[in-house]
């Protein structure tokens, strides 16, 4: 059975800096697409970075330049280094995987239980 867990969700200030890790397993030979997505309170959810199984990867207009997004196919681990976080980016962070690489969410079947990112100003 593929499981999804999420680790390194904290509270910070602003300016400062996470690590979002995503442990996958049950895969055989790995997933095609991961992918990080945030759910604001009362807000959708929204995709904000996405990598490819060799590594393309894609942004979210909102988090381009602070965030990075990197896989390990080797430990089936996904990862997302947050710098520079702004208290906008206070939300619930998932992460997916799926067949379709994008920052859309029907393109992935698979999801986390979440993280929490917490970012006073």
């Known amino acids: 059975q593929v499981q999804l867990v999420e680790s390194g969700g904290d509270s910070v200030q602003a300016g400062g800096s996470l690590r979002l890790s995503c442990q996958a397993s049950g895969y055989t030979y790995g997933p095609i697409c991961m992918g990080w997505f945030r759910q604001a309170p009362a807000k959708e959810r929204e995709g904000i970075a996405t990598?490819?199984?060799?590594?393309?990867?894609d942004y979210a207009d909102s988090v381009r330049g602070r965030f990075t997004i990197s896989r390990d196919n080797a430990k089936n681990t996904l990862y997302l280094q947050m710098n520079s976080l702004k208290p906008e980016d206070t939300a619930m962070y998932y992460c997916?995987?799926?067949?379709?690489?994008?920052?859309?969410?029907?393109?992935?079947?698979?999801w986390g239980q979440g993280t929490q990112v917490t970012v006073s100003s």
């Open positions: 990598i490819g199984n060799f590594g393309s990867t």
């Open positions: 997916a995987t799926g067949g379709f690489c994008g920052l859309e969410l029907n393109g992935y079947n698979t």
